[in-house]
């Protein structure tokens, strides 16, 4: 079973990569925010759950996010691996992610990080925003306060993974199929 996290702040490129990739390495995709939505609509235990912090306006727990996780993996255990997406977001999600996937005989493989300049992720997500009609992609300030969210709370994951050799940065501008190309080398370097 090969593991891999897709890295990067928001505007790099992680879903149109992700896409290519789990084409490419027949791997299950495991997006937290689908994990989420689809719980919730089967009313779950963990749905329920997450419904109560929701109503609340709170973010949902790491324990409950992480059992979501692992109910995604014991129905898709003939994966030949996941490539997770969005998650995790912080050191702790991590080492719980880290626990997780040990109970399970298994790690994360490899972390590639999709690094993009500041002004590029600007610019990618007021054109995503053109044509998505999401709010959040159509105002400079909120865009440049995710970014600074992701450079305090997410980027520290790169140091983590850099200690345990799993973290492979990829530049994330150019053309996309030269950054698949150079997502797969990335890939089947781990993997060999």
């Known amino acids: 079973m090969f593991n891999l996290i897709l890295f990067g702040p928001p505007g790099a490129g ?3 990569q992700s896409e290519r990739l789990i084409a490419q390495y027949q791997l299950a995709h495991i997006s937290t925010g689908d994990l989420l939505r689809a ?22 727990p790491d ?11 014991v129905d898709h255990r003939e994966a030949s691996g996941f490539i997770f997406d969005g998650f995790p977001r912080t050191v702790a999600q991590a080492e719980a992610l ?14 590639l990080g999709l690094e993009v300049e500041e002004d590029e992720l600007v610019k990618r997500l007021l054109l995503r925003g053109q044509s998505s009609g999401r709010a959040d992609d159509q105002d400079e300030a909120t865009i440049r306060n995710r970014f ?20 492979h940065g990829v530049e994330g501008m150019g053309e996309i199929e030269s950054i698949f190309d150079s997502l797969c080398q990335q890939i089947d370097r781990v993997r060999s």
């Not at 719980?39 to 306006?57: D, M, P, S």
């Not at 324990?63 to 692992?70: F, T």
């Not at 850099?162 to 973290?167: A, P, T, V």
């Open 14 to 16: 992680k879903g149109t």
């Open 63 to 73: 324990a409950v996010v992480i059992g979501m996780v692992r109910n995604y993996i």
């Open 98 to 111: 880290d626990s997780m996937l040990h109970e399970f005989d298994a790690r994360i493989d490899a972390v």
């Open 148 to 167: 600074q969210e992701y450079m305090n709370k997410t980027l520290p994951l790169q140091s983590f993974y850099s200690e345990q050799n799993k973290y």
């Open 39 to 60: 719980e919730r609509k089967a009313g779950t235990e963990l749905g329920e759950q997450a419904n109560e912090y929701i109503a609340k306006g709170e973010l949902v």
